[in-house]
């Protein structure tokens, strides 16, 4: 139901090289003394094959969760001398789901449900305007879900672009996977159903609580030359398939069944490519450099009600948090090493559905209200607000978070560095949509909000100079 996709990449200044990827400036010493050498980007490109390609830039939104994955953007709130400056661009609906839209190179991509088929669509990020759309059959539900169905309907898991190749990757809640050419109006390149192909099991009971399955949710990850999915299998919860042709490059150790969270992420451990995830049994760390794909580095049991783990791992550098409501009802931080997990800290405080955001030595999250606390030590710093548990934030350069909750309230909020002891609501805008939940998590790209609900109102806000 999280709307529902890292070791934090050095993408802002990458992209930035991207951004002028006409040249690229090197140093090196000569017997004359110190000269200036440029360089073509095509020269550099074997050397920047894993940042931002050109096509894109830092502010775009290319994945789940942001570029880095992380949302924390190098933008600014539009909060401007006690007023916020927020303009309605455009509303649209893309049909039925928690998935929330991607935005690229001017393009925003949706993927919502209506009529027994899922839809994705191509829009223009100044008009909303649909520039192209896809379709195919799907059902409202997958084919094994339980339970819930009045709180979430349609795609749950948030699309992956590939800048490289310009491809678009979905996972319906079937488990329909489809790589679309966006460069040619989103023409099928491959797909494959994952019920079909790995028959993955319906999540089980945990305890006493009540049987729930809500299909796939989780959204792909493309790291170099695989899509990375959590398919929860017999052969394997984490599953990395060619990005360009859909064959099955490797398989995780572990055959948990799937979590019903956002998305595996990225993280360096030891200079070691490898990738979290927080699946039904919970924390699973696995390599994924050569000749060690799929291993675990890492796993720490952590078993929710309803296989509720919702809110994705969170990482930053080589730490990662974890957290879950109903019978966990806790937040904690642990250091991945190629040793395993070392819990360093664990406090009673929780996120249901909102992925919890590291910015400037602080973690936040919304779920109940919007909380606050020490990265280092885990301890509260504030907490304030109303928020049911529909709730997303997004860090921004200008030490303000933008908070997207309950039935599509927006909110502004000082962070720490700004109000270092108490909540500080700056701004507050109700019901800006509907009247349905807002699980899909809030975008900020290029000076631009887009706030979504499950119903599939969507709306463009362009924040002022």
Known sequence: ???????????????????????????????????????????????????????????????????????????????????????NSWDTNVGEGSSSPLVVAGRVYTMGWRSGRDHIGCLDVRTGKTLWSVSYECPR?????????????????????????????????????NCWDTRQRGRLIWSMNLYDKYNPPRRPRVGRSGLRDYGYSSSPLVFREWLVVEVGAGEGNLMAFDKRTGVRRWTSGSTSPAGHNGGPTPIIVEGLPCVAVHNHDGLLVVRMDKGHEGETVASYEWITSFA???????????????????????????????RGA??????????????PVVHNGHIYWAWQ????????????????????????????????????????????????????????????????LGRSDAWPHIVLANNRLYCKDRMGSLRCLKIGD
């Open 369 to 432: 209200q919007v909380i606050c606390l020490d990265f280092e030590t885990g301890e509260l710093q504030w907490k304030g607000g109303r928020v049911s548990d529909a709730g997303s934030v997004v860090a921004t350069k200008d030490e303000r978070l933008v908070v997207w909750a309950n039935r599509g309230d927006l909110m502004l909020v000082e962070t720490a560095s700004r109000s270092p002891k108490k909540y500080n609501e700056l701004a507050a805008k109700k019901r800006i």
């Open 308 to 338: 509720n783990n919702i809110a994705s791992v969170t990482v930053y550098k080589n730490y990662v948090l974890l957290t879950s409501a109903y019978n966990q009802q806790r937040i904690a931080k642990f250091e991945i090493t190629l």
């Open 141 to 177: 539900y997958g084919r094994v879900a339980t339970g819930d169905q009045g709180l979430y309907s349609g795609p749950s898991s948030t699309p992956e672009f590939d800048t490289q190749t310009g491809f678009l990757y979905t996972l319906s809640t079937d488990g329909d996977l």
């Open 1 to 87: 139901m999280a709307s529902r996709v890292g070791a934090k990449q050095s993408a802002k200044n990458d992209s930035r090289r991207s951004s002028r990827a006409d040249r690229y400036l090197v140093r090196r010493a000569e017997d004359e003394g110190m000269k200036l050498v440029f360089f073509r980007a095509s020269v550099m490109a074997t050397l920047i094959a894993t940042c931002v390609p050109s096509d894109t830039t830092a502010d775009d939104w290319p994945h789940w969760r942001g570029v880095n994955r992380n949302s924390v953007v190098a933008e600014s709130s539009g909060w401007d001398k006690g007023i916020w400056r927020l303009e």
């Open 342 to 355: 070392n819990k360093l800290w664990e406090q009673k405080h929780a996120s249901k559905v909102c992925s």
